[in-house]
């Protein structure tokens, strides 16, 4: 299939989608980017809770200071105009950068491109490199005590731009020698934060479910979701900040990310987590998530935007 990348309005081959070398955002690391899932259910292909998306990177952009010359309704039609360009599409990722060469970090030429690229990861990218991709279901989690993803006082973990990846890239990468799946980060006060790409989520041994507050994550458009799927199922959730030290006490662990929406976390640090498979909250909470994407939950249809 030739994908189609949308770059400022035009349409442009995937393998001719490029930027310089020397571009501001790839030395600087000033790229945004947004990830949207894309479901399908009886022909009907329909984005997540685009709008929550859409605002999440005008937010980033904002605080970030990087402009951009477009509308939020623009870059909705413009998303669902490339998902409608790009059949058997499972993901919308939407990159705003600075593509001028610069030389200094503050961009002489601070004029920023939006590109949208709609493509299946696994057949687009995944089977075209020579390395296996990894991957897995249930995950294997280092905790990461010294390389803090999240710093108020750096970038606000808000901010959805590359730059913010650095240091969790390099524990993940670590971790993934140590043989690994993924990792989680805690702040400079010992405190779980979230994972490099996902929230976390633990269910204490009350049966509560505890993630962190937004102040101190990136706003995951999944992890709002499950909170307000939780609320509906009646179960008591509790935005606060957990030591890592109460991590020996607890009945789950699970991750999300539009990528994975729910993802059990059955060892940490080697050790097993509850019975060591998914536990019931988390099972609970996928079935009843995967029970809207495919469109039959009343209540949360109108999180999926038809194209
Ligand atoms: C740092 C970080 N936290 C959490 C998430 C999960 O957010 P969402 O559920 O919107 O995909 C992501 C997604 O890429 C992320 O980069």
Redesign the pocket.
């Known amino acids: 299939m030739q994908r189609k990348i949308w770059i400022n309005g035009d349409y442009i081959n995937w393998e001719d989608a490029q930027v310089h070398i020397l571009s501001h955002s790839h030395q600087r690391g000033s790229l945004i980017f947004?990830?949207i899932?894309i479901f399908e259910n009886d022909g009907v292909i329909s984005l997540f809770r685009l709008n929550?998306?859409v605002d999440?990177l005008f937010t980033s952009c904002e605080t970030a200071g990087i402009p951009l010359e477009y509308s939020p309704q623009d870059i909705q039609l413009a998303i669902k105009d490339t998902v409608r360009k790009n059949p058997g599409s499972k993901f919308v990722k939407i990159s705003v950068y600075i593509a001028s060469i610069e030389i200094d970090v503050v961009p002489q030429d601070p004029f920023s491109t939006v590109a949208i690229a709609a493509y299946e990861p696994m057949e687009d990218i995944a089977s075209k490199n020579t390395q296996p991709f990894h991957s897995s279901k249930e995950l294997s989690v280092w905790l990461e005590k010294e390389k803090h993803?999240?710093r108020h006082d750096i970038i606000p973990?808000q901010v959805?731009i590359a730059g913010?990846?650095t240091s969790?890239m390099m524990a993940k990468w670590q971790a993934r020698k140590n043989g690994y799946d993924e990792i989680i980060l805690t702040d400079e006060e010992g405190y779980i934060t979230?994972?490099?790409?996902?929230?976390v989520f633990i269910v204490s041994n009350d049966n509560v479910l505890l993630t962190a507050p937004e102040e101190d994550?990136?706003?995951?458009?999944?992890?709002?979701?499950v909170i307000e799927i939780a609320k509906d199922e009646n179960i008591e959730v509790k935005l606060e900040r957990v030591l890592t030290s109460k991590l020996d006490n607890i009945r789950e662990i699970f991750l999300?990310?539009?990528?994975h929406i729910i993802c059990p976390v059955i060892r940490l640090d080697n050790k097993q987590i509850g019975n060591g498979k998914i536990g019931n909250l988390t099972s609970r909470l996928s079935k009843r998530f995967l029970k809207i994407t495919n469109g039959f939950d009343k209540n949360f249809n109108f999180w999926l935007d038809n194209i």
């Open positions: 947004g990830f899932p929550d998306h999440r993803q999240r973990p959805k913010n990846y969790s979230e994972a490099p790409t996902s929230n994550v990136l706003y995951g458009i999944t992890r709002k979701s999300t990310s539009s990528s």
